[in-house]
C-alpha cells in the first residue's frame, strides 16, 4: 500500500478497523491480480478543505440544483468514513474487477442502501475510487466474518 503524503500514512492508522480492512483487501486483490499497490491519495477532510473544494460548486439532488454555498453537504471523509485510491494507472478492464470485487466482499449495510464505491473525479481530484463504509459496514467474505 503506498500513500501519496506523509498525512495519509499517519491518517490510516487513525482509520475505523473497518476501513483498514477493506483497503488491505483491495490492496492485496490489487496486487495479486495486477501487481500493483494501491495509492492512497485521500483519507480524512476537514471541514476547510471540504469548502475549498465545493465553493461555488452545485450538485443535483433529485430535479433541483443545490449550491454549495447556500446548503453545503458533508463528506464521509469528514467523518473517517471513506478513502480515494488513484485509479490513472489501472487499465478501464482493472478497474471493472476491483470494483466487482469491492461489491462482492463487501455490503455497505444490511439494506445495501449505499454503493461502496464510486469510480469519479471532483475538481482537480483526478479520476479516483471512492471507497466508503460506516459502521454497519459487513465484510462478506467467509473466510473472514467481520460484522460491525
Ligand atoms: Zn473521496
Request: with cysteine.
Amino acid at each position: 500500500m503506498r500513500y501519496k503524503s506523509r498525512r495519509l500514512n499517519k491518517e490510516y492508522l487513525e482509520l475505523p478497523d473497518i476501513g483498514k480492512l477493506i483497503l488491505d483487501y483491495v490492496d492485496y486483490f490489487s496486487q495479486k491480480e495486477f501487481g500493483i499497490e494501491i495509492m492512497i491519495t485521500h483519507l480524512f477532510r476537514t471541514q476547510d478543505e471540504q469548502d475549498y473544494i465545493y465553493k461555488g460548486r452545485t450538485r443535483k439532488q433529485g430535479d433541483t440544483l443545490r449550491h454549495y454555498g447556500k446548503n453545503p453537504w458533508y463528506s464521509d471523509h469528514q467523518f473517517w468514513q471513506a478513502a480515494d485510491i488513484r485509479t490513472f494507472h489501472y487499465k478501464p478492464e482493472q478497474v471493472k474487477k476491483i470494483i466487482k470485487f469491492i461489491n462482492e466482499n463487501f455490503r455497505y449495510n444490511k439494506d445495501d442502501s449505499k454503493k461502496m464505491v464510486l469510480y469519479h473525479q471532483i475538481g482537480s481530484h483526478g479520476w479516483h475510487f471512492h471507497i466508503r463504509w460506516c459502521k454497519e459496514t459487513i465484510c462478506l467474505d467467509s473466510y473472514n466474518p467481520y460484522i460491525f
